[in-house]
């Protein structure tokens, strides 16, 4: 009889480094690994970092269960403009609807505000004869003679990929799914998208917009995943690739493949997915995750264990923490903020001649000034080794070593331009990115209504252990917690993940005067359609959830809030319970009723999810001395800002500890750094730490 497998993989590809884990369902042991991505083509780091692991730890590719991925691919394409050649069909007077937006300025300082360039140009947009109105009923019918030569005609101007948007398709996709029809039949080989399908939603621009993302990347995201599974299978992997979508779910190979839209925000998902498990698991119901890489940092916030969500998100922003300067996408995403602050960010003095950290990085290639592999500007990771954060001989486990020469230069030339030295450089560089993620991160807690005070921070990603007391500081948390491995977190929570995928439909009308009929037959058809994706996964029907829930605002507001509804039939009686709940969470988010305003509701959701992954982390207990002095390897210099007291910055001596020898129970006082494969954690002086029995660090941060 064969044994069962037990072995679970997860790999997250970002800018800078590609992330593994391997995960025992048995026994709760937890494996990692890091390699620096290779930006050309990341499905070869993430072969060859498979190839290290397994062999390292000793197992075969036929052991895995599972094999989890998360990836900034969509994203980076959509950002550089590498995507396919792609056309627009649309209905005859909305060939300009990507270039109109919401003809809304985004900078109140600057009326020459330039907005990104649509994806597809003007000449590769093309007008289609029909016409649907609001209702859903056909004024003039397709002309699909027409439409079969505007498609002829782009296949000669080297087109790979069709988008389809019609003006009302939420309501009626009959006309588009025509149009695929004629497209499939005639030009087999072309990629198709129908807004009907990719965002089903009355937002005319931001429906248009969603689906002319969907279908630039999808030949390139399908082709990456058909060659991530053949790679697998020649490997000698027989199971299962899933992928990690924005909303906190994993798809199938397949369904990532058709619905590509939906992997945006794939990797940064995967770390909040961690900090929620995290959350259950610690007990800790509201957090704060500040998941800091190489590229990017980003916060997300955890309430009640679970990542709190959104229902859309911009891309490719011109000015990149500016809302409304990107490209609109309708997809459920976790709600999240990024802030341009990794490791490979790079410094430089602005206009002004103020110190700037990022958002530009120096990535994979060349990399930090420190990697010695071409690049010489200066970096947060470059300021982190000439502070005496970093060990130089011992980055990735002492599978890279740090050139410190490289980092001083860098920093030599940046201080000379600010009249000061390298070193004070170097902490002008870790206090603005520091200050930078505290910012972001205190703008995102407050817009929510809540207090950052109040919660407690789950700290990981390769750079965010060396910031996070610092960010607590300044936020005026007290708790931190660094998860073991914390350098390959984000890639954990990949496991966590369920089987997931959420439909919608847009019926904009008052609650109640919904037509509860047509409500349960868009219920019933999303229904339909996430048990057929779920069960061609391998879910088993008895093992389906179903969560139900709508969009809501009052009469003459334009942004809505999300509100849970019964699942089931429903029907006028639900009203008064549905606008309870309503009331609740408004009053939550604004800290204020109105009741004399009816409710509206734009949109109707149901999330169709497989079983929770199991997802233990091996325990244990403390046995014998729980000193840390036996897990202490050397001391090394390092700078802080209150070193010899208040204000007094400098350089002591700091006891550099072992992560992996470090026992249950556990306490050390700073200043300490506690040094493991993938990340360094910086306890400063007043701070202090114990080890818990899943060998977290508990950090409890002074006010000083």
Known sequence: MESELTLSLSIDIGGTFTDFTLHDTA??????????????????????????????????PEQLRLVVHSTTLATNSIIERKGAKTALLTTKGFRDILEFGRERIYDMHDLHARFPDPIVPRHLRIEVSERIDRDGLTLSPLDLDEAAAAVEALVEQGVESIAVSLLHAYRSPDHERALKGVIDSRQPSLSVSLSSEAAPVINEYERTSTV???????????????????????????????????????????????????????????????????????????????DMGGTTAKTCVIEGGQPSQSNGIEV????????????????????????????????????????????????????????????????????????????????????????????????????????????????????????????????????????????????????????????????????????????????????????????????????????WDAVNRAFAEMESLGRGMLTNAGVSESDVTLTASADMRLVGQIHEINVP???????????????????????????????????????????????????????????GSTSGNAAVKGTRRAYFANAHGPNQGGFVDCPIYDRYTLPVGATLEGPAIVEEAEATTIIRPGDSASVDSWLNLRIRVSGG
């Open 27 to 60: 026994t709760g042991e937890l494996k990692v690994h890091k390699a620096l991505t290779s930006p050309d083509d990341p499905s070869r780091a993430l072969i060859q970092g498979l190839r290290e692991m397994l062999e390292e730890v000793g197992v075969s």
């Open 212 to 290: 002319a993302a969907d279908a630039y990347i999808k030949p390139a995201v399908s082709r990456y995943i058909q060659g991530v599974e053949r790679d697998l299978s020649e490997l000698g992997y027989g199971g299962q690739l899933l992928v990690m979508h924005s909303a906190g779910g994993v798809l199938s190979a397949d369904a990532a493949s058709e619905r590509p839209i939906r992997l945006l925000e794939s990797g940064p998902a995967a770390g909040a997915l961690a900090a929620g498990f995290y959350s259950e698991m610690l007990g800790e119901p509201d957090l704060i995750s500040l």
């Open 316 to 515: 490719a922003r011109v000015h990149r923490f500016k809302s409304g300067s990107g490209l609109p996408i309708l997809i459920p995403v976790l709600d999240l903020i990024e802030i341009g602050s990794g490791g490979g960010s790079i410094a430089h003095l602005d206009n002004l001649g103020l110190l700037r950290v990022g958002p530009q990085s120096a990535g994979a290639s060349p990399g930090p000034a420190c990697y010695a592999l071409g690049g010489t500007q200066p970096t947060v990771t470059d300021a982190n080794l000439l502070l005496g954060y970093l060990n130089p001989a011992y980055f990735l486990g002492g599978r890279m070593t740090l050139d410190t020469n490289a980092a001083q230069s860098a920093l030599d030339t940046l201080g000379s331009e600010m009249g000061m030295d390298a070193v004070g450089a170097a902490w002008g560089v870790y206090s603005v990115v520091t200050e930078n993620m505290a910012a972001a991160a205190r703008i995102h807690i407050i817009g929510r209504n809540k207090d950052p005070r109040n919660y407690s921070i789950v700290a990981f990603g390769g750079a965010g252990p060396a910031h996070a007391c610092e960010v607590a500081r300044i936020l005026g948390a007290t708790n931190v917690v660094v998860p073991l491995g914390a350098g390959v977190t984000a890639a954990l929570g990949c496991l966590a993940a369920p089987l997931s995928f959420e439909n919608i439909r847009s019926m904009p009308g008052l609650l109640e005067q919904s037509d």
């Open 565 to 623: 509804v019964p699942v089931g039939p429903l029907s006028g009686s639900d009203v008064e319970g549905i606008s309870a709940d309503f009331h609740e969470i408004y009053q939550e988010l604004y800290s204020r009723r109105n009741l004399s305003l009816p409710i509206e509701v734009q949109n109707w959701r149901l999330l169709v999810s497989g079983p929770q992954p199991s997802l233990e982390l091996q325990q244990q207990e403390a046995t």
